[in-house]
């Protein structure tokens, strides 16, 4: 009976760390990045952008549906307001897809939890925290696209809580 394990019985060749740690390493390199990037760092990034897109739609579903069940209760721009956000979860959804895309990370790659729905400030603090990471590998565009998604949602905070006081 073998009480440890030896390396190379744990994993082959084909380890899905090892392809993702070299695939990275070949596109910084035709990206003129340096290629001895943290895979924990690429590890960090493709988690959070998942739990991002997760409570993305999450929160899509729940303004969808708030928007279609309750349409009879407050202003009509109220009503349009909900529209347009569902619109612009709908695109923040996309984004996400791609930045997974560009890190090598799928929808459903990690599993899924509730998002409450109070947790604005969280999200926000996550999204500053992924730039920051974004900013450190040396990808430009993920900085640039996270740094829009988070200004479109506090767009929304802002009209949420004009809402709130009327």
Not at 37 to 42: K, V
Request: aromatic fraction near 4%; charged fraction near 30%.
């Amino acid at each position: 009976m073998q009480k440890l394990p030896i390396h190379d019985t744990l994993a082959g060749e084909d380890c899905s760390v090892r392809m993702r740690t070299r695939r990275m390493a070949k596109m910084c390199l035709e990206q003129g990045l340096p290629p001895s990037l943290d895979p924990h760092d690429i590890e960090l990034l493709r988690n959070g952008l998942h739990s991002l897109l997760v409570s993305t739609i999450q929160t899509l579903e729940e303004i969808g549906r708030t928007m279609c069940d309750v349409t009879n209760t407050g202003p009509w721009e109220r009503t349009m307001d909900l529209g347009r956000q569902v619109w612009d979860k709908s695109r923040h959804v996309e984004i996400f897809l791609k930045l997974l895309e560009r890190v090598e990370g799928y929808s459903g790659e990690y599993p899924e939890t509730t998002a409450e729905t109070s947790s604005a400030g969280r999200a926000d603090d996550a999204m500053g925290q992924l730039i920051d990471l974004a900013q450190k590998i040396g990808d430009a565009d993920i900085e640039r696209a996270l740094d829009f998604v988070l200004a479109d949602a506090n767009s929304w905070v802002r009209k949420d809580q004009a809402y709130a006081v009327a």
